[in-house]
């Protein structure tokens, strides 16, 4: 059967069996394996384990999922740009490796447009403005204003250089004329340690990370980037209701494959995309973890793509122009 093999920012799917019915068409015996690659991160991760055991269920093979790390999701999401448009080799894509990284870096590897197929839209998690609670601010607008009154510089984190959150950060301090200075690090999981523990006060990260501690007080949301406010955490209001209409943002994830991938095998990988993220359990799992579905066709998928692009490459190319250096 034709499969996935690139479900990474990102990661790889393998049917270990052969195959005879594709996700669009028929094939004789292929020897090759299913991939679908996916990147290290843990909700891209998740998405690609689902869409996973979703077609080794609906094709009745085992899929696996083979990660691909390296250079902010370039290298999976090389691997699977330069792959033959066989329907084997799929992608876990997102604004980082499509969008962020490419901008980033001296000499991108690809086109995050161009070089691939986008096939269908995952999911995608708000921005949230976290703070500890030790910060003399109940809210937004009192943070603005205690931000405001410092002499010096404040520091803020985020999940790494180059990540979503770390663009909205700035985005935000740009638009309010604060003086932050950012503190990166290498992942979510030692910036909400810190934050936690009060080393650093304040951070602009994928609310799906933060969300268990927001959860049980340890931490506080002052906002989120969603369109609408989060079923599980209804209190917290977003950016647009605060008036900040165009920062409406999500760290999302799509399924994309080669260029030139036959249109029946994307149609019918984007039917599966939809039927996958419209299960109740894995409706509800996302819901949990914050997580924003969109049903969108394949062509909606490459003008969403198109769109973020042209929203926040060019803000990443200015902060590489800075001296900011992607992690």
């Excluded at 479900?7 to 991939?35: F, I, M, W, Y």
Aim: proline share 6%.
């Amino acid at each position: 059967m034709q499969a996935l093999a690139q479900a990474r920012c990102g990661d790889t799917l393998l049917d270990r069996g052969e195959r005879r019915n594709g996700p669009g068409r028929s094939v004789a015996k292929p020897k090759r394996q299913d991939h679908c690659s996916v990147r290290g991160r843990r909700h891209r991760r998740v998405l690609g384990r689902l869409f996973a055991d979703h077609l080794s269920t609906l094709f009745g093979k085992p899929f696996v999922v083979e990660n691909r790390t390296g250079a902010g999701g370039m290298i999976g999401s090389q691997f699977v740009s330069s792959a033959a448009p066989d329907g084997y080799t799929l992608l876990i894509s997102g604004n980082a490796s499509h969008i962020v990284a490419p901008a980033f870096a001296p000499k991108a590897l690809y086109d995050g447009l161009k070089d691939f197929t986008h096939i269908g839209f995952l999911g995608g998690s708000p921005v949230g403005l976290i703070v500890n609670p030790s910060l003399p601010a109940n809210n937004f607008a009192e943070l603005i204003k205690y931000l405001k009154s410092s002499r010096d510089p404040f520091d803020y984190t985020s999940s790494g250089i180059g990540t979503n959150g770390f663009l909205f950060g700035e985005e935000l301090s740009s638009k309010e004329g604060l003086r932050l200075n950012h503190i990166p690090y290498k992942g979510g999981g030692p910036a909400i340690a810190d934050l936690v523990a009060g080393h650093v006060k304040i951070a602009t990260m994928t609310f799906s990370t933060t969300s268990g501690q927001v959860r049980s007080g340890a931490l506080k949301a002052f906002g989120v980037s969603s369109d609408e406010r989060l079923a599980h955490f209804s209190e917290i209001p977003t950016f647009k209701e605060m008036g900040y209409p165009d920062m409406v943002s999500l760290s999302w994830f799509a399924l994309s494959g080669p260029p030139g991938l036959p249109r029946d095998i994307v149609e019918r990988l984007n039917r599966e995309v939809a039927a996958l993220v419209q299960r109740p359990d894995v409706k509800a799992r996302l819901d949990r973890d914050a997580i924003e579905v969109k049903l969108m066709s394949a062509v909606e998928t490459t003008k969403y793509f198109e769109a973020e692009l042209a929203r926040w490459a060019p803000l990443a190319r200015a902060l590489r122009a800075k001296g900011f250096k992607a992690q």
